[in-house]
């Protein structure tokens, strides 16, 4: 789900953007090959990988998401900007079951000058060896305050969604992951580009970032770099094409 369509916290949120659309996927790391026709959205004819099984285990699930490049403090909030645009993120104290696992809540609005055109609700765990699962969104689009599209929502074991990372167990440049699968509909892939990125922006500099490039088949044009930095998260979207930016403005911890 890349910004510019759907969860702005996680790196994941083309689904949205690419609504109906179809591709071919490609392989990674987390393990792809086979696939198979069938009719997604719209009754295009898409592409599903049959082979792309995350190691997914709710038994190494661990209570709370504090990996130090993406931590989810209940209580935290953090704002970005870029142009016009606004998002606003808070981590919720209360939990969704997926997967047999309490997943943490985030929830980010997404505003145009002032008026709400995106409202999603987030669901992440951590495992003991420190990765963080993406396990889905409701994700909602908006205009004048009505909701005009529930594209890109899923939910991992629903309808054959599965789950992807956010941070990956042991990232390495040049790494490539899911963060997220749901045929046809959400498909998004990272790229590790460097350990040791660091960023300057309206919240402070920081230091010591994995820095990711963010695309989907489903839309090849669209890439992004974001930058996931200690102690805060992602703190700075970049779009590859256009060069702009949705930078951290601030962060509010409990």
């Not at 309490?102 to 145009?112: F, L």
């Amino acid at each position: 789900m890349l910004t510019g369509a759907g969860p702005r916290l996680v790196a994941a949120a083309l689904s949205a953007v690419a609504l109906a659309g179809c591709g071919s996927d490609e392989s990674g790391s987390s393990g792809n090959g086979g696939s198979a026709g069938t009719n997604g959205a719209g009754g295009k004819s898409c592409t599903i990988d049959t082979s792309y099984n995350p190691p997914f285990d709710p038994q190494a699930v661990v209570a709370t998401v504090d990996n130090p490049l993406f931590p989810l403090l209940p209580g935290t909030k953090l704002s970005l900007v870029g142009g016009e645009e606004t998002i606003e993120i808070e981590v919720l104290t209360e939990k969704k079951q997926v997967l047999g696992v309490p997943a943490t809540v985030v929830h980010d609005v997404v505003k145009v000058n002032g008026e709400i055109i995106e409202d999603t609700f987030d669901w992440f765990a951590q495992d003991k060896s420190g990765a963080v699962w993406y396990l889905g969104e409701d994700t909602k689009e908006l205009s004048g305050g009505q909701v005009t599209s529930t594209h890109g929502s899923w939910e991992a074991g629903v309808d054959g969604a599965k789950p992807g990372y956010i941070i990956p167990p042991t990232p390495t440049v040049g790494l490539k992951f899911r963060q997220e699968y749901y045929a046809c509909e959400a498909e998004d892939w990272a790229e590790v580009l460097d350990l040791n990125a660091s960023a300057t922006v309206p919240a402070g500099s920081f230091t010591g970032c994995l820095k990711t490039r963010d695309y989907t088949p489903l839309e090849p044009a669209l890439n992004e770099e974001k930058y996931y930095c200690p102690g805060a998260g992602p703190v700075l979207v970049v779009d590859v094409t256009t060069q702009e930016k949705e930078e951290l403005e601030r962060i509010e911890k409990p």
